[in-house]
């Protein structure tokens, strides 16, 4: 009888055991999941981060551009600016 009993405690550390090296696996395997999918979310950061910044640096050079052509407007005088817009590509002779 105690011949079967010690079997059960070795059958059940056995099986302790293998249920440990499944949570194991199974575990690492999430982890791995999750550390993949961070690594895109990053990625995707990183490349949104990198359009913001473009869109932002073309904005401050129209702006610029903008302050410029002001700045030249606001010094000509107004037959100038006449002859100027006159002249220009967009104006149309009716």
Avoid: C, H, P
């Amino acid at each position: 009888m105690s011949l079967i009993a010690n079997w059960w405690n070795y059958i059940l550390a056995a099986l302790a055991v293998v249920a440990a090296l499944l949570t194991s696996y199974f575990g690492g395997k999430r982890v791995g999941t999750v550390q993949t999918q961070a690594k895109a979310d990053v990625a995707s950061a990183e490349k949104d981060k990198s359009q913001v910044e473009a869109v932002a640096k073309k904005q401050s050079e129209n702006t610029e551009i903008a302050k410029n052509v002001q700045s030249i407007n606001s010094s000509i005088s107004d037959s100038a600016a006449r002859d100027k817009l006159q002249q220009s590509k967009y104006n149309s002779a009716d």
